[in-house]
């Protein structure tokens, strides 16, 4: 086979496969075209909460030709769903997307035969336009929890806000929480409102300020309070006061007085111990300052003599 043979035959197969191409893209095809969904809402009261579907795929047959004009030609184009709150309500709803038959033909090609629409129905929530009045809450976390203790609770400026958007997001909030504050040592801070989509606020950031307090390892000397039991004259505790160690704030230590802890024994103890001739007793708080942390008395036992 001489070069012209070769080139002769290499023509022969490019024209076959342009023939064999031609054939393919004019004869029948199905392909899927996904087309976007615009919601459309009709009255200024009302709010899309959610919705699930924001691509329709749409089934078509066309010719070869046809599918790769819309798929590379074709700019992509979504479908209006109007959505009428006198017509749904608000809550949950639902549309049939067979209703959209003949918008999505205009989207796709009038030349074109649509097979099927998934999903069958667009499903989504509708709610009223409200307002609601909410307190701020800052949320905050202690760079140093360990060392450090808030002087006092924080109070954010303003206090509340006036919130606007859906009832059935508005119903469940207690709080607008800031976002997320680290605390070490003191200062202020601008702190931005964490809002849910859809939803606008009075104010968008609220102005913290705050200040904390070291905390230290204190003691106090406190005496032992003697129960009194039916018959007995006195009971008498060697050594008759204890130390209490705890952890506090620094600037709360000091303020402290042997009167605002009670350190007694278990009467019902005290007793059985005396009649089976043991002589010392475990202590235990029954009273202390609120805010103390790792409470411990020393020594945990002591002598004790009971006169009848």
């Known amino acids: 086979m001489d070069r012209s043979d070769v080139r002769a035959l290499i023509v022969c197969i490019l024209i076959a496969g342009v023939i064999w191409l031609l054939r393919s893209l004019t004869e029948d095809a199905t392909d899927i075209i996904q087309v976007p969904v615009a919601y459309q809402l009709q009255d200024d009261q009302t709010k899309l909460v959610s919705a699930e579907t924001e691509y329709l795929e749409v089934e078509v047959n066309s010719t070869g030709f046809g599918i790769l004009g819309q798929r590379y030609f074709k700019r992509e184009r979504a479908v209006d769903v109007p959505i009428d709150a006198s017509v ?168 402290f007085s042997p009167d605002d802890f009670k350190v007694v024994c278990d009467t019902e103890s005290l007793i059985e111990l005396a009649e089976s001739g043991k002589q010392r007793v475990a202590l235990r708080l029954e009273q202390y300052p609120p805010g103390l942390k790792d409470l411990v008395i020393e020594p945990g036992r002591v002598e004790f003599l009971i006169i009848r």
Not at 94 to 112: F, K, P, Q, W
Not at 141 to 166: C, F, Y
Not at 179 to 199: K, M, Y
Not at 221 to 235: E, H, Q
């Open 88 to 255: 749904y309500g608000t809550g949950r709803s639902a549309l049939e997307t067979s209703r959209l038959r003949s918008e999505l033909l205009r989207i796709v090609g009038n030349d074109r035969n649509i097979v099927a629409i998934r999903p069958d129905s667009l499903r989504f929530v509708l709610s009223t336009i409200n307002q609601r009045t909410i307190p701020v809450m800052v949320d905050f976390e202690l760079a140093n929890p360990d060392q450090n203790r808030l002087k006092s609770q924080l109070r954010p400026t303003p206090s509340e806000v006036v919130l606007e958007g859906p009832s059935l997001i508005l119903d469940t909030m207690q709080f607008v929480h800031t976002e997320v504050l680290t605390i070490d040592g003191n200062g202020e801070q601008e702190l931005t409102l964490n809002l849910p989509p859809g939803v606008n606020a009075s104010a968008e950031s609220v102005s913290v300020s705050w200040s904390t307090d070291r905390l230290i390892n204190a003691s106090i000397t406190v005496g032992i309070t003697a129960p009194k039991i039916s018959g007995v004259r006195s009971i008498s505790f060697f050594p008759d006061s204890v130390e209490v160690g705890f952890i506090s704030a620094g600037s709360m230590a000091e303020a």
